[in-house]
Each structure stands twice: as structure tokens, then as C-alpha cells.
């Protein structure tokens, strides 16, 4: 398996206040993703990275933002954190963007009050 | 705009029986289409891929899919059931493996 990990593993926070997840893989991928997971909806593409300081917005990128630094490392914040935004979080990479399969990360849950 | 239907969102099979998981999907040229697995509390974990030639296509864990373009179809299958196969299962469908539309996913429950 890909070294993916994902921190912290769970957080509780208020409403208004910034949070920052952090994803972290060794496999030298170039490209990474953000994703929520929600029940019901699958999961959907926040944001994601093709290359150190390249990002571009997924589907419901609305209230969040990211930056890669490093290629290992890949940070989604949450500004301003709403409860609409209490979620499972997860983090996957691919070390093409074809084809290539994608490894995920092991989430990050985060509950908003 | 790609899409994936997965009509089913809970299953339950006996342990030794076969499984067909359906997902349909919408797209606008060849897709590419995955099938991924998820137990409970841990990141999706690949099954198997389909992007072009022969449209059986074999997975991990003895599970294999099989796209049929007419049907819009891509159905995962498998001939025996294990009690380790109880997991959500998502069918996804894109151009690329990163920014697939994923399915809102099946549950499998395997009876003893």
C-alpha cells in the first residue's frame, strides 16, 4: 500500500474557528486530492494538486482551501468552519493522472458544533 | 456532465453466494470506470479498473467487472461470497482516476 497518512484523525471544533487538515505521502506522487464523504453522497472532490504550488478546484471547493508546499504534503483549511462542513475527510494521491491507480489515505473525521 | 448510479444502497447476501453489485453511469465519450471497496472506518481501497480492450475485467479479492457500453453498465461480480467481503463498495466513472464522479456507494452485508 501507498504511504498515505492523514492528520489528525479526528478533531471536533466550534463554528467560526480555522481548521487545517494535513495529508502526507512518501511515494513521491505528483498528484493529490481532497475529497468529503458524506452519507448519501459518495464522495466528492473539493480540491486537488497536480505539482508543488498547483492546485485547481473539484466540485465543492466552496469554504475551503489548500496549498502544497511539498510534494509530499498537501494542507485543505477550512477558513471560517461551518457545521455544514462536519464530514469525513479524505486524502488520496496517484503518481499520474490517467490511468494510474489511486491510493487513499485512511480520513480524517471532523465534527463542527 | 459524468455521472454514476448505483441503484442499490444496501445488499445482503448469504456467505458462499454470488454477488452482482449494479452501477450505471453517464458519460460523454469512453470512460474510464473503477470499482472501489471500503470497510468500515478506513480509506477506499481499489478493486479493479477498466479503461479500454477486453471489457472483462479481473480485480483483487477474486472480483471481476464486466462493462458493457450499450447498457452503460459496469457491474461488479463475484461467484462466492466471504464474510470478509461485508464493506461499502463505489463505483466510480472519469477521464481520469483523480476526479472521478463517484456513486453513493452499495453496503454489503454477508449472513453467516
Known amino acids: 500500500d501507498a504511504g498515505i497518512t492523514q492528520s489528525p484523525r479526528h478533531k471536533v471544533t466550534e463554528t467560526g474557528t480555522p481548521v487545517t487538515l494535513r495529508c502526507h505521502q512518501t511515494?513521491?506522487?505528483?498528484?493529490m486530492y481532497w475529497y468529503r464523504q458524506d452519507p448519501g453522497h459518495g464522495l466528492r472532490l473539493i480540491h486537488y494538486?497536480?505539482?508543488?504550488?498547483?492546485?485547481d478546484k473539484g466540485e465543492v471547493s466552496d469554504g475551503y482551501s489548500v496549498s502544497r508546499s511539498k510534494t509530499e504534503d498537501f494542507l485543505l483549511t477550512l477558513e471560517s468552519a461551518t457545521s455544514s462542513q462536519t464530514s469525513v475527510y479524505f486524502c488520496?494521491?496517484?503518481?499520474?493522472?490517467?490511468?494510474?491507480?489511486?491510493?487513499f489515505g485512511p480520513g480524517t473525521r471532523l465534527t463542527v458544533l | 456532465a459524468q455521472s454514476v448510479t448505483q441503484p442499490d444502497i444496501h445488499i445482503t447476501v448469504s456467505e458462499g453466494a454470488s454477488l452482482e453489485l449494479r452501477c450505471n453511469y453517464s458519460?460523454?465519450?469512453?470512460?474510464?470506470l473503477f470499482w472501489y471497496v471500503q470497510s468500515p472506518g478506513q480509506g477506499l481501497q481499489l478493486l479493479l479498473k477498466?479503461?479500454?480492450?477486453?471489457?472483462l475485467v479481473q480485480g483483487i479479492k477474486g472480483f471481476e467487472a464486466e462493462f458493457k457500453r450499450s447498457q452503460s453498465s459496469f457491474n461488479l461480480r463475484k461467484p462466492s461470497v466471504h464474510w470478509s467481503d461485508a464493506a461499502e463498495y463505489f463505483c466510480?466513472?472519469?477521464?481520469?482516476?483523480?476526479?472521478?464522479?463517484f456513486g453513493d456507494g452499495t453496503t454489503l452485508t454477508v449472513k453467516p
Open positions: 494538486s497536480y505539482g508543488v504550488k498547483d492546485t
Open positions: 458519460y460523454g465519450a469512453t470512460p474510464y
Open positions: 466510480a466513472v472519469g477521464a481520469n482516476a483523480g476526479k472521478s464522479t
Open positions: 477498466y479503461f479500454s480492450g477486453d471489457t
Open positions: 511515494e513521491n506522487h505528483r498528484y
Open positions: 488520496a494521491s496517484t503518481r499520474g493522472e490517467s490511468t494510474d491507480t489511486q491510493y
